[in-house]
């Protein structure tokens, strides 16, 4: 800490001469010398600046309790045990009403098809769980629920959906841990309109999508 300098003050003696009259000139006494006493300087602290740790949004749930999901944005699963990744995929793009180019292609039984462009990638620790024992089928598990919020009981993977594109388009249906797969695969819904739901069998949460409008 700096200190100011000690700064010694002398007062002189002040001599006063005598009136008329021949007096002898008297002389005041001295006043001692004083010595100012240094003050301590003031130094401005700046406290230590305190980083609140950062927060963490919570995810968004729909009123089903599902993770609301856009394309494009990255979803997926990890083992609750050890933070190991199990399943990452990205939906890609979804296309209403697409049009079928498999050899055996034939009409939606529900009414409708929708292509959903996907690219899924499996950790080793997919294994682990039994869902995806034996990979990631992609295809299953997809459920529409309507503008006013009912779930279509009509199933998704018929027939008809899976025969709509060609073996090289579509995703893999089984992929095993540790692989990654980029493709299609269609599903067979009664509308256009509303929200596709995905969930894997065991997990109590899924993934919503907002299907496009045409």
Not at 194 to 208: H, R, S
Request: net charge neutral.
């Amino acid at each position: 800490m700096n200190r100011s300098p000690v700064i010694p003050i002398f007062i002189a003696s002040v001599i006063v001469l005598a009136g008329c009259g021949g007096a002898a000139a008297t002389t005041s006494q001295p006043v001692a010398s004083r010595t100012a006493t240094a003050q301590p300087a003031l130094v401005a602290t700046t406290p230590a600046p305190t980083t609140a740790p950062p927060t963490v949004a919570p995810p968004t749930l729909s009123v089903r309790g599902n993770h609301i999901k856009a394309v494009g944005e990255p979803a997926g699963l990890t083992d609750t045990n050890n933070g190991n990744m199990m399943v990452k995929f990205t939906v890609d793009k979804i296309i209403v009403d697409p049009q079928c180019t498999g050899p055996g292609a034939t009409k939606p039984e529900n009414g409708h098809f929708i292509e959903i462009v996907e690219t899924v990638v499996t950790g080793t620790a997919a294994k682990t769980n039994p869902a995806l024992a034996s990979g990631f089928a992609a295809d299953y598990g997809w459920t529409l629920v309507t503008p006013d919020g009912n779930t279509s009981g009509a199933g998704t993977a018929t027939s008809a959906a899976l025969a709509c594109l060609p073996g090289k388009d579509q995703i893999e249906n089984s992929i095993l841990p540790g692989d990654k797969s980029t493709g299609a695969f269609v599903i067979d819904v009664p509308s256009t309109r509303g929200t596709l739901v995905y969930k894997i069998m065991g997990v109590d949460a899924g993934w919503e999508y907002q299907i496009p409008g045409k």
